[in-house]
């Protein structure tokens, strides 16, 4: 009897992994949709059409992008976790779609962590904490030191509520106990040139929208949110390089596809992705914005995008930070 049932259970086994196998040597057999949560123009959106004609080409089928924009990126994320688990969808989504938005206030219908498998990354980045520079600091031992002295409170500008600029300032006020005040911008253009004519005091924003400021000396650079220095400011440190340890606030883009995808069509898409993402016209964009980016398997793709989205739900938990509605 147990001989039988055991034989049986193989048997079973067997079965299924060869209709897997089967599947994924016929997949795909027609266009893959590729949803992303931005505007036509939007940076995510470049992205996608960038990455678009090398995947078409590694794939042999065509790749549509659609652009779901709204809601904070829920409309976009329910699409994609909603879509047939067959790896002819692909939905692409940064930080906030991938488990922020479900905490910030915002209505979600899907469950990030369960409904999405990571299966490559697009680009990552490092925000920026700058200060203007009439203030006479420069990194973040000089500012604490200023702001004791003064017993002042600082403004710190960014792009709207519960954007990354936001808990950039919130977040630093709260590891170091320094009274920041933040103040939302519709984009980070007029926070930027405000900071560097002095009306804030501080700005977070990412490398290749400040490199003007930084060139002309109006601000200075206190500290990279990130765990490595950016290849572009190689001279200015980490924020763990100054005593503030899991302070990193990483930005990030990955290609995830409805949980439930066969694991051998999940292979396939992340070494597509890996080589549309080395590709040329590709990573040239990438450095010139200060983006950085790691060559990872399917594997170590979904190990270091949740590592990275929890930290990002404790900062949530941290700071207290919810979108107004």
Known sequence: MQHTFLSSLLSLL????????????????????????????????????????????????????????????????????????????????????????????????YDAGKDFSAVGLTIAGYPILMVNAQLGVKNVAELLAYVKAKNTTLDCGGSGTATVGHFV??????????????????????????????????????????????????????????????????????MAEQGLKDLELQSYTVYAVPTGTPIDVQRRLNAAILKAANHPDVMDRVKAVGGVYFDMNLEETQAWQKRIQSRWNNIVQETGIKLEK
């Not at 089967?22 to 036509?40: E, N, R, V």
């Not at 990455?51 to 976009?76: D, K």
């Not at 300032?169 to 920041?180: H, L, N, Q, Y």
């Not at 007029?190 to 700005?203: I, Y």
């Open 169 to 238: 300032c919130a977040a630093f006020s709260v590891r170091t106990g320094t009274k920041i005040q933040y103040v939302p911008y519709k984009a980070n253009v007029p926070a930027m040139t405000d900071a560097a004519s002095g009306q804030v005091q501080l700005v977070s924003a990412f490398y290749s929208e400040v490199a003007p400021f930084i060139a002309t000396g109006k601000l200075i650079p206190l500290g990279v949110f990130g765990a490595n220095r950016l290849p572009l400011l190689p001279n200015v440190p980490t």
């Open 14 to 109: 067997l079965g299924l992994t060869s209709t897997s196998l089967a599947y994924a040597q016929a997949w795909p057999s027609k266009p893959i949709k590729l949803i992303t949560s931005a505007a036509p123009g939007g940076v995510v959106d470049i992205y996608a059409r960038r990455h678009a004609p090398h995947l078409q080409a590694e794939l042999g089928q065509a790749i549509m992008v659609e652009n779901r924009p709204g809601a904070s990126g829920a409309i976009a994320a329910d699409a994609g976790a909603k879509a047939d688990p067959d790896g002819h969808t692909l939905f692409m989504g940064s930080q906030n779609e991938m488990g922020l938005i479900g905490q910030l206030g915002v209505p979600v219908r």
